[in-house]
């Protein structure tokens, strides 16, 4: 170790080597630089973690320094998606790429409570065990720590460390940069945990209006430079009025979110489905053409037509009327594309509603 060296290599350093030994004062040096290493390898990773601006690149980062330095059986990670809903996403990885869980949880919220409780940070899951009756869920990743992630108000995920692949016990120094580094990633996936959701309406999870219109801009400002079409769709629920004036605006918001999680459901990763206002929502369907929007159009239409809500008394059947546009670089503007896919839309309406418009660049005609 050149540091090591050079402290060997002061003056008077040499002649006094054996007492230096004796002491202790050559192993507390060694020691201090060892910590010096560690802390240059945690700030090094912390600030690879914060270079990344996705959640995916993030975890896989996070599971790239852990694995290099650790080799752990496995590393899970589970965070409500929405602030205000249930809704768990989970990872897995093993050997830096991605594994089947298997695990099924519902809520976290028995482990943020003995988190509030406990606040001990990272925990051995053994612990867990005794504090949390539903932590045995838990057990088919076989996880060893536990780390919870919290933000300033709540806890919204949790961290599994399965045990080291050559069945080693961890080192202190091991526990400690794991409970450090985890720390950092807890908030960078919180950061862009924020990030998105400003990006989302919070009633369906779906993308906001501004988000929708600022890609549907660059979308366009793409279109000019290259040769190819995409298109958008305009979604109302028909009848809406009357049904929230039938079953009362709560089960009108729980029709609205399942018909967003159907529409989520129902688009590539690429698309942007975004709730517009109210009751209608738009999908942006990037390098996808006027045959193949309807295609998506229709499978939404048929499949909110066959929905059903779970709710105390029967619910009514809801239906969607759905424009579409096609666009291509001749087009002016993003408010020539919404206006037409609106226009398509009051057709579907004039038509009798639950069916599908397409605005063609001549006329208005339906499939």
């Known amino acids: 170790m050149e540091e ?20 202790g004062v050559v192993s507390y040096i060694d020691d201090l630089h060892g910590k010096i290493r560690d802390y240059q390898d945690l700030f090094s990773s912390m600030v690879n973690i914060f270079r990344h601006t996705a959640i995916d690149d993030i975890l896989e980062t996070a599971v790239l320094q852990i694995t290099d330095r650790i080799d752990p059986k496995a590393i899970v990670f589970l965070w409500k998606s929405f602030q205000n809903k249930d809704e768990i996403t989970i990872k897995g990885y093993k050997h830096y790429k991605l594994m089947d869980t298997g695990l099924h949880i519902e809520s976290i919220a028995p482990f943020e409570l003995f ?19 539903v932590a045995d869920r838990l057990s088919i990743v076989d996880p060893e720590l536990v780390i919870p992630i919290f933000n300033p108000v709540s806890m919204y995920g949790l961290i599994l460390i399965g045990g080291k692949q050559d069945k080693s016990l961890f080192t202190d120094i091991e526990l400690t940069f794991i409970q450090n580094f985890m720390y950092v990633v807890s908030l960078a996936i919180q950061n862009q945990l924020n990030y998105d959701h400003s990006l989302r309406d919070v009633k369906t999870g779906l993308y906001n209006y501004d988000f ?5 801009t660059e979308e366009l400002a793409r279109m000019k430079r290259n040769q190819y079409v995409s298109s958008v ?62 295609g998506v159009a229709e499978r939404l239409r048929k499949g909110v037509s066959q ?17 579409i546009f096609t666009f291509d670089n001749t087009t002016d503007s993003i408010t020539e594309i919404v206006d037409r896919a609106d226009k ?21 005609y339906t499939l």
């Open 4 to 23: 090591n060296k050079d402290f060997r290599s002061l003056p008077g350093v040499q002649e006094h080597l054996p007492l230096l030994h004796r002491i």
């Open 115 to 133: 988190f509030k409780r406990h606040p001990l940070g990272m925990i051995a899951y053994r612990d867990l065990l005794t504090h949390v009756s």
């Open 212 to 216: 929708f219109m600022t890609r549907l």
């Open 233 to 294: 769709i305009v979604i109302d629920v028909d009848f809406f009025k009357n049904f929230n004036d039938t079953y009362g605006h709560v089960a009108g918001d729980r029709v609205l979110e399942h018909i967003a999680a159907l529409i989520k459901q129902g688009v590539r990763l690429e698309d942007v489905p975004a709730r517009f206002g109210g009751e209608e929502f738009t999908v942006l369907l990037p390098d996808t053409n006027a045959q193949e929007a309807w």
């Open 307 to 323: 929905l059903t809500v779970s709710w105390d008394s029967p619910l009514a059947q809801v239906t969607i009327s759905l424009g």
């Open 344 to 364: 398509a839309l009051y057709k579907s309406k004039a038509l009798g509603r639950n069916c599908t418009t397409i605005w063609n660049t001549h006329e208005e």
